[in-house]
């Protein structure tokens, strides 16, 4: 069933802690404003995207959403009845690497007092290494894409530290592990990187990037798949004009978002390729 006029627009965001929660009030404050019609954000930290058996998209509990793009292709594969659709908007962070691309990259992070002793990827043989969960495509997945591309596994790595659960993310946590010399070297996003040291600025000279992999889709916005085609449309708009508007535009620019553009299926296809690339390998971790 179609909800032809909804009263009242509903929101959930699986990417907090990781990135800051200011983003996803910032749209749905600008949505309730544009759209006129209040606008309600839950926010979960237990997981990436929603579980199965807690879709709140199945349950009308949400009109939108915003989630990681693994756990959004898992919804369309594994659910053939899916639930969600892409809302075709993909937010630009800021990365001189991006351009005006919905992408975003893994900064493999080190110490800088240990600038002397790694100068590229392959300098971290034998060493440890942290990584946020098994299905973080910035934290695992690109991670094994690299290794294999170097004709290596993840034998490659002295010891391997997950630092969140299999479904929770924990870059934040990696950070931290790579500051405090647990490891010696970290895979994070660079979204999550830049937010973490406009916070803790104090940081910026003890941490370095070695290197960054990618790039790879930026986190899908999805659309509740039987929400109206009228609200639909008019949300996409909204969404596309944001950055036009001098207020709000002000808004993304302290967000570190440099736009918001249109986007396709055809984005996640860069996620596909690189899974497709590492089928049957896996990161073995001590979990810390």
């Not at 009263?7 to 600008?30: G, H, N, Q, R, S």
Request: glycine share 4%; charged share 25%.
């Amino acid at each position: 069933m179609t909800d032809v006029n909804p009263k009242t627009l509903k929101a959930v965001t699986y990417l907090v802690p990781d990135l800051p929660v200011e983003i996803f009030e910032t749209f749905m404050e600008y949505l309730e404003e544009t759209l006129k019609m209040p606008s309600y954000l839950i926010y979960e930290s237990r997981w990436r995207s929603p579980p199965i058996d807690r879709n709140l998209f199945a349950t009308g509990e949400a009109d939108i959403g915003f989630m990681n793009s693994t756990g959004f292709l898992r919804l369309l594969e594994e659910e053939k009845d899916s639930n969600v659709e892409l809302c075709p908007v993909g937010v630009v962070h800021e990365n001189p690497m991006v351009g005006d691309r919905a992408v975003y990259f893994s900064d493999v992070i080190m110490r800088s007092d240990n600038g002397h002793e790694y100068k590229e990827f392959h300098d971290l043989k034998g060493h440890k290494f942290a990584y946020s969960e098994p299905n973080s495509m910035s934290g695992a997945y690109i991670i094994l894409d690299e290794l294999k591309n170097q004709k290596t596994n993840s034998s490659f790595f002295a010891d391997i530290f997950q630092s969140g659960g299999d479904k929770k993310s924990s870059h934040l946590k990696s950070i931290q592990m790579v500051l405090k010399k647990q490891v010696d070297a970290a895979a994070i996003d660079s979204r999550v990187l830049k937010y973490f040291l406009l916070k803790n600025p104090h940081y910026e000279k003890e941490l370095t990037v070695l290197t960054s992999l990618g790039p790879m889709p930026t986190y899908p916005i999805v659309f509740r798949k039987n929400l109206s085609a009228e609200m639909k449309t008019n949300i996409v708009k909204a969404l596309i004009s944001m950055p036009k508007n001098p207020k709000w535009a002000s808004r993304l620019r302290e967000l570190c978002i440099s736009n918001l553009m249109s986007t396709t299926m055809e984005l996640y296809y860069l996620e596909k390729e690189i899974r497709d690339n590492i089928k049957g390998l896996t990161l073995k971790p001590a979990y810390y």
